[in-house]
């Protein structure tokens, strides 16, 4: 059988991001046709059905558009992952991304963006007093203890709805623009996931203090943390520990609301995983996977099998 350089398959790629983003606007249409913004009463259910459209847009692509020549489930990385070692990339994912996160708020203190009130949790407290006050027999210490517990199975609680966004994201295009190279692949993937989130960035999600450019923080951020959930994806060929990483990122983010001073504000833009002061654990923990020579990864499962696709031929480069 004669083996041909990869390629990249332009319709799959183009049809994918159009309809990713088609259905992201549409989905997101009401929150602007109405006026109201992030107040309007569906919001809560909008927000949700938006992270579904990559994995539409995935399905459409891979089972009418043009279907992968080494089946979904391999193209998509729908398996647990391959090789030894798959499990620590899941570990990673669910811990490492997680104390990632939990970090974030102090390098902000470090940096003086931040103040962190650790014993008596002011700032929290002051927004459950606002919101009707703590509930019979609770503290607001205990509160915020089970907040930081169910941050542990937030990867699980969280999995439905970054599925939704993975599989495209991780599970489809990246692996989709690996001919390109592995660097190429991770920032073009991540600065597109960062745009896709545009319809709802520019009503001030993440970013309210920054309307006009929040959405190029969020191109930043996700790059950012796309390289560590896209490092996962192509090391195990799977794309469940970036469902998992995803998980863990939004479960764990609230943490800066838990921990700020009563009377003090904070910018997104620079704190937590939204902000640049999160942003310096992963780019270190970058650092020394290129160091290590983790990344690029070495004989990348999905690299190769898209090397052992056969060279196609004039017909179907015709058709």
């Given at each position: 059988m004669q083996t041909a350089k990869p390629q990249l398959d332009v319709k799959g790629i183009v049809s994918f991001i159009v309809l990713a983003s088609g259905l992201?606007?549409?989905?997101?249409?009401?929150?602007?046709?109405?006026?109201?913004?992030?107040?309007?009463?569906?919001?809560?259910?909008?927000?949700?059905?938006?992270?579904?459209?990559?994995?539409?847009?995935?399905?459409i692509v891979t089972r009418w558009i043009s279907r992968p020549p080494q089946g979904i489930r391999t193209a998509t990385g729908l398996r647990l992952g391959k090789g030894y070692r798959w499990g620590w990339y899941w570990l990673f994912a669910w811990v490492g991304i997680t104390l990632m996160v939990f970090a974030s708020p102090f390098v902000a203190a470090l940096f003086g963006v931040y103040q962190l009130d650790l014993q008596a949790f002011s700032g929290?407290?002051?927004?459950?007093?606002?919101?009707?006050?703590?509930?019979?027999?609770?503290?607001?210490?205990?509160?915020?203890?089970?907040?930081?517990?169910?941050?542990?199975?937030?990867?699980?609680?969280?999995?439905?709805?970054?599925?939704?966004?993975?599989?495209?994201?991780?599970?489809?295009?990246l692996p989709q623009l690996l001919p390109l190279g592995q660097w190429p692949a991770l920032l073009i993937s991540g600065v597109i996931w960062g745009l896709w989130h545009a319809p709802v960035i520019l009503l001030g999600y993440?970013?309210?203090?920054?309307?006009?450019?929040?959405?190029?923080?969020?191109?930043?951020?996700?790059?950012?943390?796309g390289i560590l959930l896209g490092w996962t994806r192509l090391a195990?060929?799977?794309?469940?520990?970036?469902?998992?990483?995803?998980?863990?990122?939004?479960?764990?983010?609230?943490?800066?609301?838990?921990?700020?001073?009563e009377g003090t504000t904070f910018d997104t833009a620079l704190v937590g995983v939204t902000g640049v002061t999160g942003w310096i654990i992963p780019l270190l923990f970058?650092?020394?996977?290129?160091l290590t020579r983790q990344l690029p990864v070495r004989n990348a499962p999905d690299?190769?099998?898209?090397?052992?696709?056969p060279a196609p031929t004039v017909s179907q480069v015709a058709a």
């Open positions: 992201g606007w549409l989905v997101v249409s009401p929150l602007w046709l109405s006026g109201q913004g992030l107040q309007h009463p569906l919001v809560g259910l909008i927000l949700p059905l938006l992270m579904f459209t990559p994995a539409l847009a995935t399905f929290f407290a002051a927004n459950v007093d606002q919101a009707g006050g703590l509930p019979a027999g609770m503290s607001v210490q205990m509160i915020v203890l089970i907040q930081l517990a169910t941050v542990l199975i937030a990867p699980i609680l969280n999995g439905l709805f970054t599925f939704g966004e993975e599989w495209g994201w991780r599970g489809y295009l993440n970013y309210p203090d920054h309307l006009a450019t929040g959405w190029l923080i969020m191109v930043a951020m996700t790059t950012v943390w195990t060929g799977s794309v469940w520990p970036a469902v998992i990483g995803h998980g863990a990122l939004n479960g764990a983010a609230g943490i800066v609301f838990l921990l700020h001073a970058i650092g020394v996977l290129i690299a190769a099998h898209m090397a052992a696709e």
